[in-house]
């Protein structure tokens, strides 16, 4: 069974530009989670996205986003980038959600100059 | 307001001894607690998990401990293996919310 991959894995952009990153979960699963990673605050939950719908949000500003389709791919938006939005961007999905273990993809490493 | 805690950013086991991660947690309302251990240009994968209602869950080499009162959980490796070199991230949850992790600390195993 495939796992979950992301797409691109690398991506620079500069400041004020808008990026989306694109997760496919393994097959079967309906949840896709989004977390951002950095040095020092470890992995930050971004939401989480449900047979399309919106689930669970974190503490992040309205320039992220997401969204789902109905073959379960997720894609992630941030407008407006900063500075401080460098950082890996994990997906993780699971059958259903909550107490079941996620599976992470590797991640799209985002630098913002 | 970091709700789950590690407070060693990094540590050092002589391989075949056995490595201890601690994680300390503030939010009462946690009921289900996982370790997940992560390589680098990987994502982290799943290592084992432990429910409020047990204090002790083990998986070959790998245990884990929760101490509810202390709001303290524990991940034991024994014996401790060059290959277990890499970042553990515990996490906590309750009822359907997200999970919220800790910041991660580097194991670094020395042959």
């Known amino acids: 069974k495939a796992g979950v991959t992301q797409t691109p894995r690398y991506l620079i952009k500069t400041r004020g530009q808008q990026v989306t990153l694109s997760c496919s979960p393994i097959?079967?699963?309906?949840?896709v989670s989004w977390y951002q990673q950095t040095p020092g605050q470890g992995l930050q939950f971004l939401f989480e996205?449900?047979?399309?719908?919106?689930?669970n949000k974190g503490n992040f500003p309205g320039r992220f986003s997401g969204r789902q389709f109905s073959n379960s791919r997720s894609e992630m938006n941030v407008s407006t980038l900063e500075l401080g939005d460098s950082a890996l961007y994990l997906c993780?999905?699971?059958?259903?959600?909550?107490?079941?273990?996620?599976?992470f993809g590797p991640g799209t490493r985002l630098l913002v100059l | 307001d970091q709700q789950v805690k590690q407070n060693s950013p990094s540590l050092s086991v002589q391989e075949g001894r056995i490595s201890i991660l601690n994680c300390d947690y503030t939010?009462?309302?946690?009921?289900?607690f996982l370790w997940y251990k992560k390589y680098p240009a990987e994502g982290p994968t799943f290592l084992i998990s432990?429910?409020?209602?047990?204090d002790k869950n083990e998986d070959g080499r790998f245990t884990v401990f929760l101490n509810k009162s202390a709001k303290h959980l524990s991940l034991h490796i024994v014996p401790s293996q060059p290959g277990d070199s890499a970042v553990y991230f515990c996490a906590a949850e309750f009822g359907n919310e997200k999970l919220t992790f800790g910041t991660g600390t580097r194991l670094t195993i020395i042959p």
């Open positions: 432990i429910s409020s209602i047990k």
């Open positions: 939010n009462s309302m946690f009921d289900y």
């Open positions: 097959s079967g699963h309906r949840s």
């Open positions: 993780a999905s699971s059958l259903a959600g909550s107490r079941e273990t996620q599976y």
């Open positions: 996205y449900f047979s399309e719908t919106q689930r």
